[in-house]
């Protein structure tokens, strides 16, 4: 059974950072970040490969969302900065055998969440 659980979640004001970190048990895989605002779907943010050499990120959030992994601790974490009110949401991280781009049904493994506010 693999495990994934983020951490570093809630309220940040707006123009601030926050970090969010993500541990995955077992293997080595892909990660991907992805968010869900109330009464929205679920989107992609951020992915990085196995070996950390490749990354991919969605429109809204390049420029201001950095992925990165550290192997030797079987982490990936998530850079936000300059927050903005509309990226408030529950933020879940996931892994994956084959991919880190935005092929949700493609991530086998997933974190339960963990919700960001940002205040105006």
């Known amino acids: 059974q693999v495990h994934v659980r983020e951490s570093g979640g809630g309220l940040v004001q707006a123009g601030g950072s926050l970090r969010l970190s993500c541990v995955a048990s077992?293997?080595?895989?892909?990660m991907g970040w992805f968010r869900q605002a109330s009464g929205k779907e679920r989107e992609f943010l951020a992915g990085?490969?196995?070996?950390?050499?490749?990354?991919s990120y969605a429109d809204s959030v390049k420029g201001r969302f950095t992925i990165s992994r550290d192997n030797a601790k079987n982490s990936v974490s998530l850079q936000m900065d300059s927050a903005q009110p509309d990226d408030t949401a529950v933020y879940s991280c996931?892994?994956?055998?084959?991919?880190?781009?935005?092929?949700?049904?493609?991530?086998?493994?997933w974190g339960q969440g963990i919700q960001v506010t940002v205040s105006s």
């Open positions: 077992g293997r080595t895989y892909h």
């Open positions: 990085i490969s196995a070996s950390g050499g490749q990354t």
């Open positions: 996931a892994a994956s055998k084959v991919t880190w781009r935005s092929y949700q049904h493609l991530y086998d493994y």
